[in-house]
Every structure is written in C-alpha cells, then in structure tokens.
C-alpha cells in the first residue's frame, strides 16, 4: 500500500497554532498575512510539519525559494561550516573567495557572447533598484518601461514598477517618477499585435529617454503569464537598435525553475542585464545583478553595495544549490515536473468549466479560474475557496493574478512524483467542491 504524505492529526489549525496565532495577533501586524493558518515545527524537501505533528506537501516553496526544497543536507552543511569561520565582514571591508567563485560559475551560466560579471544583493527588489540604477548610469537616461501584470517588488521604485494596486500600492504614494507602463501580450486576455508594440511605446514616453525596460520571461505574481511568440524576441531588438539596456526580472521565473538556468534561454536572447533572487541561496537573503561588463565599468568605485549583499552564509548556501542542480539534473527534473503538472491541469481545464486556461515553462507552471469561459470573468473567490479547501485537507497551494484567480505551483523540484499526485488529488478535490457549490 503506497503510504501517504498528508497526515492530519488534528484540525486545522491545531490548538498550538491557534495559541501562536493568538500572540501574532497582539505582536505582530495584521499586515503580514500569512496564506496558512498553521505554524511550522520543521521542514524536508516538499512536506512541512507544523508544531501540532499536522504533515503538509508544500506547494508554495517558500514562495519560489526552495526549489531544492527544505533542509536540503548539502545546502545545511555548508552554512554550518560557514557560520564556524565567519559569518559576515562585508565584502567590500574584507572580501572573502566564495562571493568571487559565485559570480564566477553565475557568470558562467549566462546565455551571453560577450564579457559578464555580477554583483551581489539582499533581495529581489534590492536587485532590480540595482539593475535601475546601473543602467541609468550607464546610459544617462531617466525613464524606465515595465509592463501590466508586472509584479517587481515592495521598495518606492519597485512598488511603482509592480502593477497590482491592491494590497501592494494602495495607500502607499506618492509613487517615483519617470516609470511608464505599456500593455504585456498575454495570450490569454488580450490580443496585442507584436508589430504595434513600437509605435506603444513611442506613444508614451521618447525611446530616446528610455534607459531600460524591464521584463519578466515569465510573469509571476501576475498570473504565470507566458508572453505571446515573438515578443521578447522583438523586445530584444527593439531595445538594442534604441540604446536600451533590456533587464529580465527572473527573480522568480530563474534559477532553473522552467527548465533552463535562466529563463531568458527560452526565448534564445541575450539580455544585458538579469535579475535572480529567491531560490539562489535556498530562501537566505540573496539576489543577483548578472550582466555585461561593459555596464558594469560605467559605475564609480563604491557606488553600489550594501552591509549585508553577498553575505557568506548565503554564497556558501548558493554555491552548493548549484551543486545540488548540476549533480541532481534538476534542470531536467524541472521538464519532468512540470510535464505532470500540466497533464493534470489540462485534465481539471476538460472537467470543470471553472479552470479557463492551463499556462507555464517547465515546473512553472498555473492554472486561471473563471466563472465564464466565455466572458473571462476571473473567479477570484473560487480560487480562495479551492486555496482554504486544500489547506484543510493538507496541501498549501499559492493563488497569483491581477485578478487574484490563478493557481500557481512553486512546489520544490526534489518532491517524489508520488508526494506530486497525492498534493494534485487534493486540487482535484477541492475544484470539484467548489465547482459543485458555485
């Protein structure tokens, strides 16, 4: 008899969660709203037990952090040996080999033909202020372009470039300035013509003006949204014939999550500039500016860094993730995953009229609910609903969108195919639930 993974001992939450849950509520601002009602005890690869002995398959990793999953041995040895030499100098007071050797083998790994270098940071939105202002000292411009649905993160300059307004920039302006947005070709939603994406743009803001552009391969926090054929293709030639520097945001789409190390490979193009983050150093604080030397020689000595980017704890954590993708043939294992996914997705999108559209790369893969396969009416409650369903039947799914309507899957490549079908069946139940209620 195949054992299960799921094992619930209690209901949830359990009584010890509630009791946190009691406390968070007096110390902690309601602000910070955690998608589970549980508590977390412990964590190994794809399952995460919380402090009442409930055992979970996590679909969320971390929010796209743990694509080697939890407590990954490896990973754990080396910030243990590392934490017993040093753990922080601030590289730019004494700098320390493992940084060095990190930007080597990152470098190493770009789809570029010319020089590359990279540098180092605390997060995403820490990187892409980064990538902002490297590329504006580099081409003397002030203008940036990002796109609808674009999610960068929470900073003034990124919370400007992200499109959500509600909960990430509602109450939260003024915004900063000289940032333009321009529609994204979504397959699904809209039908936006590749060859009139010059003449948008020159109607908005001066090309000339424009000292980068910004772009997910893959959007997140958007809804898993892959741009129409062509288009970073297009992308690509257009900013190079303006001057542009072309920044791909793989803060959640890279590090192998689709199948290739860098997203941008899909489209076999050559950024000038990308942005990685979350699942780099294995969820510790660390991001990365990877690009062309060439940009990177225009900035003064000093004029970026910080106290804490780069920390050795997280180069010694990212330098083993490598490890573990190279020696595990992750970036396969991604294919794989991924090719589970969408086979089941597909089957939910034949049997509930709720599922519109089945979306993704490699193990990024989404699905969006609609209440009318006709109109497109995003179903932003049904997706809830099946989220709370599947929380209480142990699986601990993420939601994305504009809209809030989309399923999406951040689950860790190292999850068994077995642990994979046990967590998709409790999809399956709850769309059938609340297809049946709706």
């Not at 910030?79 to 990152?106: C, G, N």
């Not at 397959?187 to 010059?198: A, C, H, K, S, V």
Request: hydrophobic share 45%; proline share 5%; aromatic share 8%.
């Amino acid at each position: 008899m195949k054992r299960r993974s799921i094992s619930l001992v209690t209901e949830i939450p359990g009584p010890k969660s509630r009791e946190i849950a009691a406390r968070k509520a007096r110390f902690v601002p309601a602000a910070l709203d955690p998608v589970a009602p549980f508590y977390a005890a412990e964590g190994k690869g794809a399952l995460v037990k919380d402090v009442d002995g409930n055992q979970f398959i996590d679909f969320t990793g971390g929010w796209g952090c743990l694509m080697v999953g939890h407590t990954p041995a490896a990973v754990v040895a080396a910030i243990q040996d590392q934490a017993a030499r040093f753990t922080h100098t601030d590289f730019t007071a004494i700098p320390y080999e493992s940084l060095v050797t990190l930007a080597e083998r990152l470098v190493a790994l770009t789809p570029a033909s010319s020089p590359q270098q990279a540098a180092f940071f605390n997060s995403g939105a820490e990187a892409i202020e980064n990538a902002v202002k490297i590329s504006r000292r580099y081409t003397g411009r002030r203008a940036v372009v990002v796109f609808e649905g674009a999610f960068h993160g929470r900073t003034l300059l990124t919370m400007t470039m992200s499109h959500k307004a509600k909960p990430y920039k509602a109450g939260f302006g003024p915004f900063a300035s000289d940032v333009y947005r321009l529609p994204f070709p979504n397959p699904y939603r809209n039908q936006l013509r590749i060859e009139d994406f010059d003449r948008i743009l020159a109607s908005v803001v001066d090309p000339q003006e424009v000292a980068c552009v910004v772009v997910e391969p893959l959007q997140g926090e958007g809804g898993f949204v892959v741009p129409a054929d062509g288009f970073l293709e297009h992308l690509r030639k257009l900013t190079h014939e303006q001057g542009i520097v072309l920044v791909t945001d793989e803060i959640q789409c890279g590090c192998g999550r689709t199948g290739k190390f860098y997203a941008a490979e899909h489209y076999g193009i050559e950024p000038d500039l990308i942005v990685l983050a979350k699942s780099l150093a294995v969820g510790l604080p660390l991001s990365a500016v990877v690009g062309k030397k060439e940009i990177f020689d225009a900035l003064a000595p000093s004029s970026i860094g910080g106290t804490y980017s780069g920390n050795p704890l997280a180069c010694r954590a990212a330098l083993e993730f490598l490890d573990q993708i190279e020696r595990e043939k992750l970036l396969d294992r991604a294919v794989a995953v991924g090719k589970l996914i969408k086979e089941r997705f597909l089957d939910f999108q034949r049997r509930y009229p709720l599922v519109g559209d089945v979306r993704g790369l490699g193990a990024m893969m989404g699905m969006e609910l609609v209440s009318d396969r006709a109109t497109k009416t995003p179903a932003k409650a049904e997706c809830q609903a099946v989220v709370q369903e599947c929380l209480q039947n142990g699986v601990v799914i993420p939601s994305a969108g504009i809209y809030g309507n989309v399923l999406r899957m951040l689950v860790a490549l190292v999850i068994t195919d077995d642990e994979l079908r046990e967590g998709l069946d409790v999809v399956d139940a709850a769309l059938a639930k609340v297809s049946r209620g709706k």
